[in-house]
């Protein structure tokens, strides 16, 4: 089991949990692939723990190609003030939602890998 973080992303966790959907379950390399041609903010983002969690399997040895995305969380990091200038010298507060992002790949077992799983 291979593990990646990514906290404090500027990004919603639902705005990221749409590009979640379609990664979940796939071998590695072709959730890289997915990602690398989607066009939302939310695989740019996804892709770099993605990437680390394969090195890092690299490094014990393991192939990319035997590699499976068995969790990907997106959870809520909490909000990132920021201040938008309104009329008569006011201010409104702004509450921007942060992500966190966390990825575990797994080895794909015998039968996966011969392509006889039921």
Not at 60 to 73: I, N, T
């Amino acid at each position: 089991m291979f593990t990646a973080k990514l906290n404090k992303v500027h990004i919603g966790s639902k705005k990221l949990g749409l590009v979640r959907d379609i990664v979940v379950n796939k071998s590695a390399t072709e959730a890289e692939r997915i990602l690398n041609f989607s066009i939302t903010k939310g695989s740019d983002l996804i892709i770099k723990p993605l990437r680390s969690a394969i090195a890092s399997a690299k490094e014990q040895g393991v192939k990319k190609e035997d590699l499976v995305v068995k969790e990907l969380r997106i959870d809520m990091g909490g909000y990132r003030k920021a201040v938008r200038f309104a009329s008569r010298g006011r201010a409104l507060r702004l509450h921007k939602p942060l992500s966190h992002i966390s990825i575990r790949l797994d080895r794909k077992l015998a039968k996966e890998a011969n392509g006889t799983a039921s």
